[in-house]
């Protein structure tokens, strides 16, 4: 799946700016305009990075990342104007994992990006997902259906992990294609009716109840009957 940035800048031009050229190279992108949408965003949509600019109107830069790390261990990323040492040294204190001075370059921002993201998958625990009597493992990729293993394609398992961490949400195939196959997928419409189809194929193998449910004309959904 696309890992996902959040980008919290009040500045319109800059905003926009980063979120074209973030979608450009293959990541999702949030963005808020102040530090108070940008906590709530964080909160709804964990993002597994976030852009987070010094200057912002309300709550500032420093506030948004000591709130932030607070809550979680996403890395952050500060844009700031300035440069002095204390600064640095202060919004390293406030847990910014790095730092960018403006004006910067796109590729020089996108380096940062990348470190950032590839230090924090190495780290970041796998975990159990559960749903019904289906548990998914995002460490080994495994899925386990009551006492039955089951092994998952990589596309296989990036479309479960999707509906296992969005139980009982309908999943628009918009949102699917998105989330997926990313922003650049421009293939056979059907494509999603057919993982839907491996995956139930797999989980459904011995008849247990359906959990992947087809909402017709919008998406699907994973609930219990
Ligand atoms: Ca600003």
């Known amino acids: 799946m696309a890992e996902q940035i959040l980008v919290i800048e009040d500045e319109a031009n800059i905003a926009q700016f980063l979120e074209r050229g973030l979608i450009y190279e293959g990541y999702r992108v949030d963005v808020a305009y102040d530090g108070q ?17 010094w200057m912002l109107p309300g709550i500032d830069g420093i ?16 844009l700031t104007a300035k440069d002095a ?26 380096a940062r990006v990348r470190a950032l993201l590839r230090r924090s998958n190495t780290t970041s625990r796998p975990e159990i997902l559960r749903f019904a009597d289906l548990s998914l ?4 990729h495994r899925a386990i259906r009551g006492e039955r293993a089951i092994d998952l394609t990589a596309k296989e398992y990036e479309l479960l992990e999707l509906f296992m961490r969005n139980p009982r949400q309908v999943l628009t195939r918009d949102i699917i294609f998105d989330r997926v196959w990313g922003y650049d997928f421009g293939g056979e419409s059907n494509i999603i009716e057919v993982y839907v189809r491996y995956l139930r194929q797999k ?5 247990e109840p359906r959990l992947i449910h087809t909402v017709r004309g919008v998406g699907y959904v994973l609930r219990e009957d």
């Open 137 to 140: 493992d995002t460490g080994t």
């Open 85 to 110: 040492v204390t600064d640095r040294v202060k919004g390293l204190d406030a847990g910014a994992d790095d730092y960018l001075v403006k004006p910067f370059s796109f590729e020089e921002l996108l």
């Open 63 to 78: 506030e948004v990342c000591r709130r932030l790390r607070a809550a979680s261990e996403v890395p952050v990323l500060m």
């Open 203 to 207: 989980t459904e193998a011995e008849n």
């Open 37 to 53: 949408s940008g906590l709530s965003m964080a909160r709804d949509n964990p993002p597994d990075l976030v852009i987070l600019d």
